[in-house]
């Protein structure tokens, strides 16, 4: 997994930002209720965020870093994977999660974003807002993937997703989508990460590159998997500098 589940995002507060927060079921297009976490912060039109978790789905982490993004103006969602399999109750840290990761469909995940887009685009003002993914791990591959989807993102960014793996269903892997992918890429990866190799990445530049798919995909020397972490104050230069770049990401792909 990606982040334990007593993890927090490394990114400090605003304080005073007006926020409201609350729990979703939304309905995905073949029926399913799945779980969501929505914050809201932005005016009608701006920018807004899906959330992708890791393996573990949705819990405390992603639904915080959807607080910060709201704090800086984009509403935000971020959503659980196992609506599916696991209903749309909280869960503990117990959760055998690895069950359910393992029964997830690419389809299927596009077509919960897709729920989330819709919501944060409901509203007078914000039938055409802007609209971006970020995801972590298994969710930082869906968030490129979702590039290719259809749903008109104006971006998409992924930390220490894999280019080059297979997905759970069996799907082809990022790499291999490249020529359907429809909005600018951020990548943020771990130069220390033994999962993924500083070659695969390299792979993945040199696709977006023949596909003149516009991107940036910076490793972090000595990083590890997960570095985006509050528990990993080695590298708190690394964490400010990758949300960094994704705020200013946000900002020049919503012009």
């Known amino acids: 997994m990606c982040v334990l589940y007593d993890s927090r995002p490394p990114i400090e507060p605003i304080a005073g930002a007006a926020v409201g927060t609350k729990d979703l079921t939304l309905a995905s297009k073949d029926g399913t209720r799945f779980a969501a976490f929505?914050?809201?912060?932005?005016?009608?039109?701006?920018?807004?965020?899906?959330?992708?978790?890791?393996?573990?789905?949705?819990f405390r982490f992603y639904e915080e870093l959807a607080v910060r993004f709201a704090e800086r103006g984009f509403d935000?969602?971020?959503?659980?994977?196992?609506?599916?399999?696991?209903?749309?109750?909280?869960?503990?840290?117990?959760?055998?999660?690895?069950?359910?990761?393992?029964?997830?469909?690419?389809?299927?995940?596009?077509?919960?974003?897709?729920?989330a887009f819709a919501e944060l685009r409901k509203g007078q003002g914000n039938a055409n807002?802007?609209?971006?993914?970020?995801?972590?791990?298994?969710?930082?591959?869906?968030?490129?993937?979702?590039?290719?989807?259809?749903?008109?993102?104006?971006?998409?960014?992924?930390?220490?997703?894999?280019?080059t793996r297979q997905q759970r269903d069996g799907t082809s892997p990022v790499i291999e989508r490249v020529e359907g992918i429809k909005c600018p890429i951020l990548g943020l990866m771990g130069g220390a990460d033994q999962g993924i190799p500083a070659e695969e990445v390299d792979k993945f530049r040199k696709a977006l590159a023949e596909n003149k798919v516009t991107h940036d995909i910076h490793s972090y020397p000595g990083a590890p998997h997960s570095f985006f972490d509050r528990r990993f104050a080695d590298f708190k230069k690394?964490?400010?500098?990758?949300?960094?770049k994704i705020l200013a990401f946000i900002e020049k792909n919503s012009r």
């Not at 929505?38 to 949705?58: C, E, I, M, N, Y």
């Open 38 to 58: 929505q914050a809201t912060g932005g005016r009608p039109g701006s920018p807004a965020v899906v959330v992708l978790p890791d393996v573990r789905g949705l």
């Open 76 to 115: 935000s969602i971020a959503i659980d994977y196992f609506g599916r399999t696991a209903g749309v109750g909280k869960r503990d840290e117990n959760f055998l999660f690895q069950d359910h990761v393992a029964k997830t469909k690419v389809d299927q995940i596009s077509a919960d974003v897709a729920a």
């Open 129 to 163: 807002r802007p609209v971006f993914t970020v995801g972590f791990c298994f969710g930082g591959s869906n968030s490129w993937i979702q590039a290719t989807a259809g749903h008109g993102l104006k971006g998409a960014i992924g930390f220490y997703g894999h280019p």
């Open 238 to 244: 690394e964490c400010d500098d990758a949300w960094g």
